[in-house]
């Protein structure tokens, strides 16, 4: 089988394609357009495979896409393209409108026409799977209650407002056109390779470097942590056994609050990674609570009961295995942060409605 994955040189679609390339026999076409974010380091181990291959594209580029999709012809796709950090959206929505809802309208478009010119056999066995996230769903009130497949679209964010535009064109393409799809929404994911303006790598490599760790608010926003690799195996699973038309909810069924996710990381790098120079004891001492961000959504709980029901798929991480790994991944890798970050991002706050 050929799979075609938007956004492979990404955090989430890297991951998959190492799972891809690592546990099936199965061919990858990673279209990726290479934006700050992305890293095609995070596939160094896939890149010597004769599976494997590569195109430089925009998914917004409707002929590239047409000969993209003419040269490989993929049995399948996986749609992982997105611009995808919610301070950023603040700061400049643009680029989240384009690649998320312009994007994503042309490559189902590219899609669609491709697939209605499939033999009867292949047409009946395509798959477009577009893979979105929580935070479409908005926030949760209280202590109780889970996001289910069922829950109403509330996005708080441009970059959740436009990940909720493009899950609903992907649904109705298959209404419309008949275009065989698959949605599934997950919760926050953490793990090696993450570009570091996400709250986890932010604070590992802001402690390792002895700055400040900002907090927004009080720390008490609540996130549901699904670690990346667990994350790809679902997206598999998903893609392989899931029903047509239907969504599936990914959860690691973790709930910890910002402040609590920080603590254990200051924990872990205490006792890993120990050097600490000056007026600071322990890495907690470096946390600072600053301005939250606007909008911000208080807390996300996915009810993934669906998933493990249907498809049989569950974590095989913990929270605490999986921010371990994570931790020493960072720690061990300096080399890949360095030449990640240079030039692009000095690890400012972003999002502040200047």
Not at 48 to 68: A, G, M, T
Not at 116 to 140: C, W
Not at 252 to 271: I, R, Y
Request: net charge negative; proline share 5%; charged share 20%.
């Amino acid at each position: 089988m050929k799979v075609l994955i938007t956004g492979g040189a990404g955090f989430i679609g890297s991951a998959v394609i190492r799972h891809v390339i690592e546990h099936t026999r199965n061919v990858v076409i990673n279209v990726d357009k290479l934006t700050y974010a992305s890293n095609l380091e995070s596939l160094e181990s896939c890149a010597v495979s004769p599976r494997y291959r590569f195109e430089q594209v925009d998914i917004c580029d409707r002929l590239e896409l047409q000969r993209v999709f003419s040269g490989h012809q993929p049995d399948v796709v996986m749609h992982l393209a997105a611009e995808s950090h919610v301070d950023r959206s603040i700061d400049s929505p643009a680029p989240f409108i384009e690649t998320n809802i312009i994007g994503t309208y042309t490559i189902l478009e590219v899609a669609r026409t491709y697939w209605q010119n499939l033999s009867q056999p292949r047409k009946q066995a395509f798959r477009f799977h577009h893979v979105s996230t929580d935070e479409v769903y908005g926030d949760l009130r209280g202590e109780d209650g889970q996001f289910s497949e069922d829950t109403p679209y509330a996005p708080s964010s441009p970059y959740s407002a436009s990940k909720a535009s493009a899950d609903h064109l992907v649904r109705a393409w298959q209404r419309t056109f008949g275009l065989p799809i698959l949605v599934t929404n997950c919760s926050n994911n953490y793990g090696p390779y993450h570009f570091p303006e996400k709250l986890i790598p932010l604070m590992i490599l802001n402690a390792l470097d002895g700055k400040p760790l900002p907090v927004y608010g009080r720390g008490q926003q609540v996130r549901d942590w699904l670690y990346v690799e667990d994350h790809a195996r679902a997206l598999y699973t998903v893609l392989s056994r899931g029903r047509v038309g239907q969504t599936y909810n990914i959860s690691g069924h973790v709930e910890k609050s910002n402040l609590e996710v920080v603590h254990a990381l200051c924990d872990l790098l205490q006792e890993l990674a120990p050097s600490l120079s000056g007026d600071v004891v322990h890495y907690r001492d470096l946390i600072t609570f600053v301005d939250d961000r606007p909008g911000h959504d208080q807390r996300y709980a996915i009810d993934a009961r669906k998933l493990q029901r249907e498809l049989g798929w569950l974590p095989q991480e913990t929270f605490a295995s999986g921010l371990r790994k994570t931790v020493e991944w960072y720690v061990a890798n300096p080399g890949w942060c360095q030449r990640t970050l240079a030039g692009c991002y000095t690890r400012e706050r972003l999002g502040l409605l200047a």
